[in-house]
């Protein structure tokens, strides 16, 4: 069984900096497309910033102040999260194409790790 563990959130000030980490483990045979989403309170999830081969990708709110990373060797992807702002205060979820070993490209998503930005 596929799982993908968070760790790197907490409490931070307003310009302050986090980083987050996202390892997945198990019967990994590959991993194609890795990224970050958020949810806020009431929000919807919202795609952050993903990462495929050499190319990111970003949503407009977070260009120019996170970085996403990935060490393939270690199935791992980062989020470094820089000036950060209180409207970034969210549940930050990896997400990862995976193929397994016997299987299909299946889609998994971490636990959430909370970020919280005072202001």
């Known amino acids: 069984q596929v799982q993908l563990v968070e760790s790197g959130g907490g409490l931070v000030q307003a310009g302050g900096s986090l980083r987050l980490s996202c390892a997945a483990s198990?019967?990994?045979?590959?991993?194609?497309?890795m990224g970050w989403y958020r949810q806020a309170p009431g929000k919807q999830r919202e795609l952050v910033a993903t990462i495929t081969g050499g190319s990111t990708n970003y949503v407009d709110s977070v260009k120019g102040r996170f970085t996403i990373s990935r060490d393939n060797a270690k199935n791992m992807v980062y989020l470094q999260m820089n000036t950060l702002k209180p409207e970034d205060t969210a549940v930050y979820y990896c997400?990862?194409?995976?193929?397994?070993?016997?299987?299909?490209?299946?889609?998994?998503w971490g636990q959430g790790t909370q970020v919280t930005v005072s202001s």
């Open positions: 198990g019967s990994i045979l590959r991993i194609y497309v």
């Open positions: 997400n990862a194409d995976i193929q397994e070993f016997a299987k299909g490209v299946v889609n998994y």
